[in-house]
């Protein structure tokens, strides 16, 4: 499969995931700020995976590269598995953090730096549920008040 035709297919599923969103607000009737926070959350999937899909199409070029040499192709590989490990890991994070009885949440974690940020849907976030979530990115990620940051919106 081409580059070209990748690039198609990866923009099309965003677009797709985009409509697909809206749709189910616009046709549910919620609120407007609930509307608001629903939509800060799936804008920052979109863009975390928009980025994303840049950053493995770009390794994916200097993988099929034949001028790249063995030092290029070994770092490239290994970004590779380190953001797809990345994306694993946020996945499943974000899950545990709803399994705890948040609406909804979005965790992003840096690629060099290996900070790990939290945003939460929770009109009422108190201290005892900063230590929630810290607690999970503890056990889960091997994260440190140092290395990561929570913050809630409603």
Request: hydrophobic content about 45%; glycine content about 4%.
């Amino acid at each position: 499969m081409s580059k070209k035709k990748k690039i198609i297919i990866l923009s099309c599923m965003i677009l797709l995931l985009a409509v697909t969103a809206v749709f189910n607000f616009v046709l549910t009737g919620k609120k407007e700020e609930t509307v608001a926070a629903a939509n800060y959350f799936t804008q920052c999937r979109t863009e975390r995976s928009s980025l994303r899909n840049e950053q493995f199409l770009q390794l994916d070029a200097i993988i099929a590269s034949a001028d790249a040499d063995e030092e290029a192709l070994s770092e490239a590989l290994n970004l590779k598995l380190k953001l797809t490990g990345i994306m694993e890991q946020e996945f499943r994070l974000e899950n545990l953090i709803k399994s705890r009885g948040y609406e909804d949440a979005v965790v992003t974690i840096g690629l060099t730096s290996g900070k790990i940020n939290v945003t939460v849907k929770d009109a009422d976030f108190t201290q005892d549920d900063a230590v929630i979530i810290y607690t999970i990115l503890a056990e889960e990620a091997g994260a440190t008040p140092e290395t990561a940051s929570v913050q809630s919106i409603s």
